[in-house]
Nanobody, 124 residues
Framework: QVQLVESGGGLVQAGVSLRLSCAAS????????MGWFRQAPRKEREFVAA????????YYADSVKGRFTISRDNGKNTVYLQMNSVKPDDTAVYYC?????????????????WGQGTQVTVSS
């Protein structure tokens, strides 16, 4: 089966930087757009960022625009989320997802495969 494994989460202080990684296996990685989503306790899963199959197009939620950067390395089958100037409101479980049909859609139900998530906790 397709596997997406997130890593890089942890407990950090507000204002610092963090980089999340998502490694894919059993997947033709370059054929998929990739997205990052997050879900805080008692909240719905929300879109964070997405990147096209080529890496040339990126999309961001307004809440993270200017602070987060999504990128991908198709040679390593890995997508990254660089998180700068993190805030307590960024605290959530972060999930990566793969979308075969789209080029960077914001709808969670459009994605075909999901990782198990990595916890990011930002203290003030």
């Amino acid at each position: 089966q397709v596997q997406l494994v997130e890593s890089g989460g942890g407990l950090v202080q507000a204002g610092v930087s963090l980089r999340l990684s998502c490694a894919a296996s059993r997947l033709t990685f370059s054929a998929y757009a990739m997205g990052w989503f997050r879900q805080a306790p008692r909240k719905e899963r929300e879109f964070v960022a997405a990147i096209s199959w080529s890496g040339r197009s990126t999309y961001y939620a307004d809440s993270v625009k200017g602070r987060f950067t999504i990128s991908r390395d198709n040679g390593k089958n890995t997508v990254y989320l660089q998180m700068n100037s993190v805030k307590p409101d960024d605290t959530a479980v972060y999930y990566c997802a793969a979308d075969l049909r789209g080029g960077g859609r914001q709808e969670a139900n459009a994605y075909d495969y999901w990782g198990q998530g990595t916890q990011v906790t930002v203290s003030s």
